[in-house]
């Protein structure tokens, strides 16, 4: 038998969370690289070391304590501390650290939302998003409705009385669309309405959803956060109310993250705003070299002037990402510029120190049909490209070389 008894087991007791506000207004007032590297950080009490030390137990005492830990309640000290950083760095009151994006999406959209009640979502988001809400919602009697475009308008119509909740992603997943994420926020608030953002790709060094009104936001720790292809994570920053809400829906469907990941991971986010800002340059450069090639069809990157929504990327976003993707044109064969590829890896996921490459068609949205892919302009000659770190003529010499026939 375990030994929580009602939330009081797992939350901070008042005394501990007054504790951990004057330490988050504390360090709000430094610049983000600073938050980046000593924000939640745990202090080495013991031989005073300038690394986190990491706690491995899953056993912990009960009697005259703060707060009753147990890892299952997501409150064992590494990823309870990692949450700090990634509030401060989202301007948020408080976060959640989960084992992956997926859980942080689905446990927050399930504590958000109840049986009779709908969702509304942007017609392109992350293939494994679409897929859970598609696959699970319907059997908990939860409605949804994808919208057809981006707008703000394209919501409004298709906002029922029992809607609760907006759902969005921008830069989107792989497209690189954007939304107007303060005219969403408006719109949810003057509506009452629970705004809800992936702000994975833009991470909150380009962009921080919370200053312009929305509620809830939500990363797939496993990219930029962790940056270095070798973790995997999600997180959840918004009102701490919000939070132990999504927490408790946590703690019975699972989904904690591992000590020794979250210190891995707190590691990585030292030097997030620094990968960032150098991908965000390298990415720039890479998007400007693709659009003027003349083997590639259309290039989408919101730092592209060509970019339908670039004046609103600009508006609120600090740097445009180091996400980007493009077409190929039909006379170049997309397998043999793969293979070509050195530098470039041909890899699953993204957003690592080094630059990789995929067809969406057949990894991130393949669980999509041919017929939705189609219909979000996903073609089988899209290929979805991010930026690391290396030297960006270095990226650029090999892709002129792969495209040269």
Not at 191 to 198: A, V
Not at 266 to 291: C, G, I, W
Not at 367 to 372: H, I, W
Request: glycine share 6%.
């Amino acid at each position: 038998m375990y030994f929580y008894k009602s939330k009081v087991s797992f939350v901070m007791t008042t005394e501990a969370n007054n504790h951990k506000s004057t330490e988050m207004k504390a360090i709000k007032g430094k610049q983000e690289k600073t938050i980046c590297v000593h924000e939640g950080e745990v202090t080495d009490t013991q031989f005073k070391g300038a690394v986190s030390p990491l706690f491995l137990s899953t056993s912990y005492p009960y009697e005259d304590v703060d707060e009753k830990r147990y890892p299952r309640y997501l409150n064992s000290p590494n990823p309870q501390n990692l949450a700090r950083k990634v509030a401060a760095l989202e301007n948020a009151e408080d976060a959640l650290m989960l084992s992956s994006g997926m859980a942080a999406i689905s446990n927050t959209i399930l504590t958000i939302m109840k049986p009779g009640e709908h969702i509304v979502l942007q017609n392109q988001l992350y293939g494994g998003t679409a897929h859970f809400i598609t696959e699970e919602l319907k059997a908990l009697n939860i409605a949804f409705d994808f919208t057809d475009g981006l707008d703000v308008t394209d919501l409004e119509r298709l906002i029922r009385p029992d809607t609760k909740a907006i759902y969005i992603e921008t830069p989107s997943n792989p497209l690189l669309q954007i939304v107007d994420i303060a005219g969403v926020a408006t719109f949810a608030q003057n509506n009452g309405l629970t705004s809800i953002i992936d702000n994975t790709f833009a991470t909150p060094i380009n962009q921080k959803p919370i200053d312009l009104g929305i509620d809830i936001v939500l990363h797939s720790a496993t990219k930029y956060f962790g940056g270095h292809s070798d973790i995997t994570a999600g997180a959840v920053a918004g009102k701490a109310a919000t939070i132990e809400r999504i927490s408790n829906k946590a703690i019975n469907l699972g989904g904690n993250l591992a000590d020794f990941t979250a210190w891995l991971l707190e590691r990585s986010m030292k030097t997030l705003s620094l990968r960032v800002h150098q991908q965000n340059q390298n990415a720039q450069q890479v998007a400007d070299f693709l659009e003027g090639h003349q083997k590639i069809e259309k290039v989408n990157y919101p730092g592209l002037v060509s970019h339908p929504q670039h004046k609103l990327a600009k508006r609120q976003m600090k740097g445009f990402g180091g996400m980007m993707s493009f077409e190929l044109k039909k006379d170049v064969n997309v397998q043999d510029f793969l293979s070509k590829l050195n530098l470039i890896k041909d890899s699953m996921s993204l957003a690592g120190v080094e630059s990789t490459i995929l067809l969406p068609s057949k990894t991130s949205h393949s669980l999509l049909t041919t017929e939705e892919r189609q219909a979000q302009g996903i073609s089988e000659r899209l290929l979805r490209f991010s930026c690391g770190i290396e030297d960006a003529d270095d990226l650029i010499e090999e892709l002129e070389n792969a495209l040269h026939t």
